[in-house]
């Protein structure tokens, strides 16, 4: 059974920095792996998608970055910005293209 | 193009009660997955449909039901409703159920009391 895990919990950081939010799966063999971005109260935001034969994939300030073989994934956010604060979640679908496998998110508060 | 549409957004049942949650799919989507939300749990996937056919069903009891109609629009039922039911519950469509990127509505807030 998959089981997907998201380390930190919370971050809180100030305006500007750097910053890397990471995710682990327990299953290798994952069809693609997604990441998501949910504000209070809201649904979920697809931000990026990597399909089990890509490595990584970009857009704009974001970059995640897959390894199967290890079973993790990380979402790499240049710059951060107060708009950034959010809930990020990682989520990964099987080769059996079922149902995707969500991780319990990483809460993360951007201070100007 | 419109997004995923999910009404109503929010609700007050009573335990024992049912409701209907309803879901319609960005236009040419025709795989609608629905999950529940809870701050224990996190999110859970409760079943998935394509084609007016459920392909997949999560870990729930069979008090949690759905369907999907001709146009791709979804409902989802639950019966003898209980406390632990609050949740925020979420339907996203995709092209099909391998299709890549799925997008999600805003959810439906269900509160019993």
């Known amino acids: 059974k998959q089981e997907v895990t998201q380390i930190p919990a919370a971050l809180s950081v100030p305006e500007g920095e750097n910053l890397v939010l990471n995710c682990s799966f327990t299953?290798?063999?994952?069809?693609?792996l997604q990441w998501f971005r949910q504000d209070p109260g809201k649904g979920l935001t697809s931000l990026l998608l990597i399909q089990s034969s890509q490595r990584e994939q970009t857009s704009g300030r974001l970059n995640a970055s897959l390894d199967k073989s290890s079973g993790r994934s990380t979402l790499y956010i240049a710059a951060s910005q107060p708009g950034d604060s959010a809930t990020y979640l990682c989520a990964v679908k099987d080769n059996y293209g079922q149902n995707f496998v969500f991780g319990p998110g990483t809460r993360l508060s951007v201070l100007p | 193009k419109a997004g995923v549409t999910q009404t109503p957004r929010y609700l007050i049942k009573t335990r024992g009660q049912q409701v209907t949650l309803s879901c319609s799919p960005i236009?040419?989507?025709?795989?609608v997955s629905w999950y529940q939300q809870t701050p224990g749990q996190g999110l859970q996937f409760l079943f998935e449909?394509?084609?007016?056919?459920?392909?997949n069903k999560g870990n729930f009891p069979g008090r949690f039901s759905g369907r999907q109609f001709s146009n791709s629009r979804s409902e989802m039922n639950v019966s003898t409703l209980e406390l632990g039911d609050s949740a925020l519950y979420l339907c996203?469509?995709?092209?099909?159920?391998?299709?890549?990127?799925?997008?999600f509505g805003e959810g439906s807030w269900l509160t019993v009391v």
């Open positions: 996203a469509s995709s092209r099909d159920p391998r299709g890549n990127t799925i997008y």
């Open positions: 236009s040419g989507h025709r795989s």
């Open positions: 299953d290798s063999a994952i069809y693609n």
């Open positions: 449909y394509f084609s007016e056919t459920q392909r």
